[in-house]
């Protein structure tokens, strides 16, 4: 599948969450409607989403060649059976009734979280940087969904301001960072972000976190998402993917793994009454054969590293 990615629809591949514009004029999909951007729980509680009605229905990569896709990653011969940095997470938040998933799956958890870690020794207190500096310099105001690449971006050009610095606009997202806030943010930049190319996914995000390197993904919800399997746990489960169910595609960050549980430990932003406290278990398999057509659990859309 990944010889038919061809350059021009490049950025395409890298948006992982398009917005609607975005999106209507690469697939001319249908009107955008209320169902795309709202996953809707069995217990028809309503939580927003923020990639509209984007599901991309396969895994987005970058060209193998580019210098934007991981490339050439040491997999050690004996990864521990278990890892997670979800210690190092601000507190779990909810993202409200705003399609703002991917700022607070890249700012307010994955930079908060990748800060917090290599300052681990020098400071006694985590920082928490708000996803409304990123979010509302990308949507000015108009708040629907962004994709995970210019997010990304935005960060390693301007880093994010501090919670308490610019709190998040539950409500809205019109306001517009100030000089002051700017230069809060500055010291938050990002070094740099990968996308993952699809190929030996398991083993490579989890090395990555073993590195202290979360990985955002987007991915596409169905009414399975979140349910309780057979061990208890709040997850997402293998099973036959049919694409008229999917709500919408949704932006997470990957902290964490067990080989008990066979799945990839994600933090949500629905609040910590969502799931297990906030957080979500992703079955590997959903990391697993991502570019095959025949693959029912095909719900993986894109994957990328956030890095110091």
Known sequence: MRKILFLPVFL?????????????????????????EIFIAEDGEEYWMGCENSYCYGFSAGAPESTKTLQNLAIPANLPVAF?????????????????????????????????????????????????????QITQGECKGTSIARSLQLLVDEGASEWEVFPYQSTGCNLQPDAEQREN??????????????ENMVAEVKTL????????????????????????LSAYRPHQVVKEKIFGAHAMLVVGYSDQYQAFKLVNSWGEGWGDGGFVWVDYEAFENVFDLQNPFRVLCQAMVVMN
């Open 84 to 136: 997670d940095l979800s210690g190092f997470l601000p507190e779990v938040g909810n993202q409200g009734r705003l399609g703002s998933c991917t700022a607070w799956a890249t700012t307010y958890y994955g930079r908060s979280l990748l800060f917090n870690y290599n300052e681990r020794n020098a400071r006694t207190q985590s920082i928490r940087l708000s996803p409304s500096y990123i979010y509302n």
């Open 12 to 36: 395409f591949l890298l948006s992982g969450c398009l917005d609607k514009n975005e999106f209507a004029s690469v697939l001319s999909t249908d009107p955008l409607s209320k169902k795309g």
């Open 209 to 232: 976190i073993t590195l202290g390197n979360p990985v955002v993904v987007a991915m596409g919800l169905d009414p399975e998402f979140g349910k309780k399997d057979e061990l208890g």
């Open 185 to 198: 943010a500055s010291n938050f930049k990002m070094k740099d972000f990968k996308l993952l190319s699809g």
